[in-house]
């Protein structure tokens, strides 16, 4: 079983940044990506970011691609979403997660607390 931690929410104006933290552990060994996945109030969740588990591989939806950047540690066991130039659009609970296949970006079963970040104008 994976368990995943999320921090570093909060709230930030319009045109500011936000880091989130995903700390990953448990049964890690089998796990190839994580990523990053959000869902706004009235909104179903969509993908983020991921990353593959050696960091080499990237992806980003479109709606932050060239705002989002995703990355993490050496260890491996901590994942960021380092988000610049917020809009009141990226307001959402952000969430990570295991990706068990990339085309399209799917969860796995487990999932944290999220962490909420509230972009105001």
């Known amino acids: 079983q994976v368990q995943l931690v999320e921090s570093g929410g909060g709230l930030v104006q319009a045109g500011g940044s936000m880091n989130l933290s995903c700390v990953i552990s448990?049964?890690?060994?089998?796990?190839?990506?994580t990523g990053w996945f959000r869902q706004a109030p009235g909104k179903e969740r969509e993908f983020v970011a991921g990353i593959t588990w050696s960091g080499a591989g990237k992806y980003y939806a479109d709606s932050v691609k060239g705002r989002f950047t995703i990355s993490r540690t050496n260890a491996k066991k901590t994942m960021y979403l380092q988000m610049n130039n917020l809009t009141p659009e990226d307001t959402a609970t952000y969430y990570c997660?295991?990706?068990?296949?990339?085309?399209?970006?799917?969860?796995?079963?487990?999932w944290g607390q999220g962490a909420q970040v509230t972009v105001s104008r």
């Open positions: 997660n295991v990706i068990t296949s990339i085309s399209p970006p799917t969860p796995g079963d487990y």
């Open positions: 448990g049964r890690t060994f089998s796990v190839l990506r």
